[in-house]
């Protein structure tokens, strides 16, 4: 498609809850990445694939927090238990360019852990 | 990424021109600048990138002086609907999935009718 497409659009979790978010990255775009907005304004960098495979990892608290993009199949960020802080906005973008930061974001999923 | 100040909030009367400044006093020989607009509920989009001079597109203009210390994004005759977040960011061209952008707190632009 043409556009980002996230589902679902919210989602309420009990703490220790799994959570789980999709993404379906424009058609063509090599590259998806997940970002947290936690804050207003404030943005954090989860990770990034190309195509399958994870390119840079260094924002994700491994712990709990999981992501894939397989072939054919909509990536997904999977929370294993949720707990109060990961209540946020989760953005997925993806860029189809090699050197740029021309990326283009979803609509985002709310996630609140209550 | 080179860090950026932006003023936090600014108001503007529907049809001005609005420009907005982001200082990147410690902006690297070979970083590029590059603007996103945010609406409320709704991810980012990129609206122009540059790296010196001026770019002009269909929705803005961004002025890089020579120094290139700073970079205004200009938007021509705002409208109600131009109301949102502004972000300036400013890195090097990365390979791949390395290009994560980094936003600041960003410019609140409130367009008045």
């Known amino acids: 498609g043409e556009e980002v497409a996230q589902t679902p659009k919210h989602l309420v979790r009990g703490e220790g809850q799994k959570a789980k978010l999709y993404c379906a990255p424009i058609?063509?775009?090599?590259?998806v990445f997940w970002y947290q907005q936690v804050l207003k304004n404030e943005f954090k960098f989860l990770i990034s694939f190309q195509n399958e495979n994870v390119f840079d990892e260094t924002g994700m608290p491994k712990e709990r927090f999981s992501a894939k993009c397989l072939p054919n199949s909509p990536c997904s960020l999977e929370i294993q238990a949720t707990k109060l802080e990961d209540s946020a906005v989760y953005f997925c973008?993806?860029?189809?360019?090699?050197?740029?930061?021309?990326?283009?974001f979803g609509p985002g999923t709310r996630l609140t852990v209550t | 990424l080179a860090k950026t100040t932006q003023p936090i909030s600014m108001d503007s009367y529907e049809g001005q021109e609005v420009n907005i400044t982001c200082s990147h006093n410690n902006i690297a020989t070979n970083d590029y600048i590059t603007w996103y607009q945010q609406f409320p509920s709704q991810g980012p989009r990129f609206i122009i990138q540059?790296?010196?001079t001026k770019v002009t597109n269909e929705v803005a203009s961004l002025f890089i002086p020579a120094d290139r210390k700073s970079s205004t994004l200009s938007l021509p005759r705002v409208s109600l609907s131009d109301t949102a977040v502004y972000y300036c960011l400013v890195g090097p061209p990365r390979s791949g999935g390395y290009q994560k952008v980094t936003f600041g707190t960003g410019t609140k632009l409130q367009v008045i009718p």
């Open positions: 540059g790296y010196k």
């Open positions: 973008a993806s860029s189809q360019r090699e050197n740029s930061y021309e990326q283009y």
């Open positions: 058609k063509g775009h090599s590259y």
